[in-house]
């Protein structure tokens, strides 16, 4: 159905509801957890075991064991590396779905694409898009398949990781009293890991109970991750603070526990149906191929450039846009479908045609017309994340959920009783921060550990003036050292586990070549670090945050970056192009802009 869309009046609405929420305190206006209430970051879910500390020496250490550090270990594992060390501060592989196990807690991205390693472990997910709990699962499975959990250090904190020049290996140090040295190190601690809360004046003073959503309280709530009901909450008064993703998951669960349930909103999120059902084995026997995953994750990928793709095998949400795009591009005169200008025009519009489409949904869902004016949002699909749901708004519908809308200034006050929104106190007995996580702030204030390298130069300062990388992996005086995030790589983050499938072949393929070829050190020369730096440099910006969008994570809350922040975008040719650049980096097994050398102290 075409819709009628009055641009002007929609880019004057967008500008409007942004200029509300802009303000001058940015990342600002979150206090550090850490700083306020450290117990929210204990773990609810699994007991802390006393081990002995080690001091013994690994080939591989990996500091983060969620999908960064498991993919990378079973890729080493696979290039007869065996002795790998994964170190997390959780109990348990995971990374983000160890900790993130609030009640209806899901994958946005089809779980076909987004669960890697579905081919080497033979695990086929129950639905196109995964629970919490499976994917937790997977995360073990992975662990097992690859013999990850016998050297695998949980409930640990690395304090200090320092490169050691006369021996040639890297020293680590954590909470446990570890001390032990690897010849290389990996670090995956994931970019949404520390757990923020607003700065709402009264925060501390709050006498119920409270917690954050990645640290769910089941004891207080009742109910489990798998979806049974939250059976204690039926006397209590409840509120849950932050209307992003996690709280569009839980939302649904929540509304019907509670006696009373607050919905704290400062932003609208946009929420889309979605098309879930169980995968069919038939069906995916017949898709399983050899190669199937990447031919489904590049395919994913080159959807969401903007490319001409003839089969959108995800088909779904996050590739709508850009099939209407591409429609509306073949309706144009064949001279005109390559003017850049038509190009932005085509995509605006696709854009505005979703998010109306969106925007009616509400009105269709959500029966008090007041309740749904406040539930729509007004801004670009991508400004903020997409959210799809098929009972988000239908919560709204129960006499007990009360949207506590805050016209895009937040909650103004917390007191020993409850939450303050538009002058009036709702006393309650729990309130739920699902404000999200630290994004853009102090590295180490984040990771909560130093990584010292060549010369007693720290990665701080060797990034003091920005990120200097190779391929977002390698950094100069860092030797035998790999990262593995999206930065300066492919920033793909519609689909987070691409970026570290295509990293961690890298990295094992040049550890075997290191291993191999006898090599003692491998480490980025100046030339091809700085050449790196100046290529992401060129770029046009794209990969950046946008300034007209709503603030949030997305866009630095709004606010101007700083010049060094703008190192921290990805490939100026786009995903696809820095997937296939890593591909035949690899495959020529030159690995141009690295050095091996012969011994630890000089090349
Ligand atoms: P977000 O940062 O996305 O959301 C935080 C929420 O808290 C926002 O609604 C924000 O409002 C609100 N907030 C902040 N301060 C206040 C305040 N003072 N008063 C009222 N509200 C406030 O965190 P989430 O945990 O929801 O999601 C984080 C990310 O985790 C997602 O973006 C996504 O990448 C990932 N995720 C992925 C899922 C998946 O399917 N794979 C599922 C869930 C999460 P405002 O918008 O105005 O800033």
Redesign the pocket.
Known sequence: MKIAIDREALRRKYREERDK?LRPDGNE??IHIEDHFPHYLDDPYTEVQARQAKSDHVTFAFIGGGYAGLVTAARLVEQGVSDVRIVDKAGDFGGTWYW?RYPG?????ASLI?MPLLEETGHVPTQNYAHGPEILEHCRRIGRRYGLYDNALFHTRVSAVEWQEEAGVWRIRSDRGDDFTARYIGMGTGP?HMPKL?G?PGIDDFQGHAFH?SRWDYRYTGGDPAGAPLDRLGDKRVAL?????????CVPHLAGACATFYV????P?SVDARDIRPIDRDWFAAIAEPGWQRRWMENFAANLSGAPVENDLVRDGWTDIPRRFHAGLAQLPEEERKNPARWAEMWEQADFEKMEEIRRRVDAVVQDAQTAARLKAWYGQLC??PCFHNHYLEAFNRASTVLLD?D?R??ERITPRGVVVGGVEYPVDCIIY????EVGTDRLSRTGFEVTGRGGRTLSEHWQQGMRSLHGIHVRNFPNAFLVQPAQGANF?ANVPHNIVESAAAIAHTVRHAEASGAARVEVSAAAEEAWVQLIASGTGLTLPNPDC????YNNEGQPLPAEAHSYAGYPMGAVAFFGHLQQWRDSGAFEGLEFGLDASGM
């Open positions: 929420r206006q979150y993130n807690a899901q994958c946005d991205t987004y949404l607003p709402v959503t603070i932050g209307t992003g993703a996690t709280a569009v998951q704290c909103q400062r932003t999120s903020k994340r805050t895009g937040g909650v699902a404000t999200g996580f983050i709503t603030p949030g994570y």
